[in-house]
């Protein structure tokens, strides 16, 4: 998992960014269609127009779209071959090819189909389907998704604790309340607990039959 894109704050890529947990807002203009995704700050153009492509292969590719009747057609080509289509490492290269093509099934449902093709990668091309939900709750909005923050200990935190075992220095942040960390809590009750192994700067202790909160890094997560 280490190995993840997603975990290091890459952009997500094409077609991952649509299906990720994290909200994204559609604006359409009259030859230009904006794609805002929350996670990482990420975005892409959808061109209407005649335009030339990227000098340089990209994470989110070049994309070019087409009315087919009430059916948004967007072909994706430019990629590079850095993102995965999710955290279990499936892959793509350079070559990768995308047919996307957005349905509005009402008005608050889009149906999304993607047409994927790699001939380095895969045999032949394959296909996913899913709806689109608009989220209806009152003033919704893309918040700033502070990616780097949530992925330091992650990222660095092996250089920290080398730090420590070559200085001999005690380490900090001896609390139930760490900086930098995911807002997910776990209780655990008992006398002493240690997560020393894997994350070294969680290290609390509590009385027998109390419980304490601690942080949880976002490198938990699957």
């Known amino acids: ?3 993840t894109p997603e975990l290091k704050c890459y952009l997500p890529g094409v077609p991952r960014a649509m299906y990720m947990p994290y909200p994204f807002e559609i604006t359409e203009s009259t030859n230009k269609i904006h794609v805002a995704y929350e ?3 990420t975005a892409r153009t959808i061109h209407l127009d005649k335009v030339e492509g990227p ?14 009747g009430d059916t948004l057609v967007v072909d994706v080509t430019n990629f590079n071959d850095r993102s995965w289509f999710d955290r279990a ?17 009402s008005s608050d449902i889009i149906r999304y189909e993607v047409t994927i093709e790699d001939p380095k990668v895969f045999t032949r091309p394959w296909r996913i389907a899913m709806p689109l939900y608009r989220r ?3 003033n919704m909005q893309l918040l700033d998704f502070r990616c780097n923050e949530f992925v330091e200990e992650f990222m660095y935190g092996g250089l920290r604790k080398q730090q420590w075992l070559s200085t001999g220095k005690a380490r900090p942040w001896r609390s139930t309340s760490l900086a930098r960390c995911h807002p997910v809590t776990a209780s655990i009750n008992g006398m002493v607990s240690r997560m020393d192994a894997a994350y070294p ?6 009385r027998r039959g109390q419980t304490a909160s601690i942080l949880v890094l976002l490198a938990t997560g699957g």
């Open 136 to 138: 209806v709750e009152p």
């Open 201 to 206: 700067m969680l290290e609390y202790s509590s």
């Open 1 to 3: 998992m280490t190995a």
């Open 89 to 105: 490492g499936n892959f793509h290269s350079d070559a990768l090819h995308l047919v996307e093509r957005f349905t509005l099934m």
């Open 39 to 41: 996670f990482s700050n």
């Open 55 to 68: 000098p340089d292969d990209t994470w989110m590719g070049h994309s070019v779209g087409r009315w087919d």
